[in-house]
């Protein structure tokens, strides 16, 4: 990304950080990572990133379309090459259903013209999730390079 003089930002909600934390820490991280926001109640999702509270209300916090959102308005606010924004089920206590069990993870990258949603339900501690996560979102950067 640095030698493509490509830029990225986080809006993280189920990685709280994580992700932004990890790319601070590569070699030229200061022209690579403009930075990150920790959006993990859905009241800041609301009121600093905009996301509309029907929009949580009807499909919860933890969701694509949520997700989607946030890349949107993220990538308004710190006008990066990369969006990157995360949401999901780390631990128990959320919107986990049947069908969205814990463990699931929504990720949502904007790259120019480019938009790639992905759904994924990763198993293990919450570590383990946060950092299979993070391996996923790294996956698809490079894919989308």
């Avoid at 814990?102 to 120019?112: A, K, N, P």
């Amino acid at each position: 990304m640095a030698s493509r003089h490509l830029s990225l930002a986080f809006a993280e909600s189920a990685t709280a950080g994580r992700l932004a934390y990890e790319y601070s820490r590569v070699p030229d991280s200061g022209t690579i990572l403009k930075g990150g926001l920790v959006c993990y109640d859905a009241r800041v999702k609301e009121e600093v990133l905009g996301v509309p509270v029907d929009m949580i209300r009807q499909y919860s916090p933890e969701s694509a379309e949520v997700t989607g959102a946030l890349a949107e308005r993220l990538q308004l606010f710190m006008k990066p090459d990369i969006t990157v924004a995360v949401t999901g089920l780390i631990t128990p206590g959320g919107s986990e259903t049947a069908s969205k069990p814990v463990g699931t993870i929504f990720i949502h990258i904007l790259m120019g013209n480019v938009s790639k949603a992905v759904r994924e339900v990763f198993s293990g501690s919450p570590e383990q999730r946060v950092l299979k996560t993070a391996d996923r979102v790294a996956e698809l950067i490079l894919n989308m390079l």
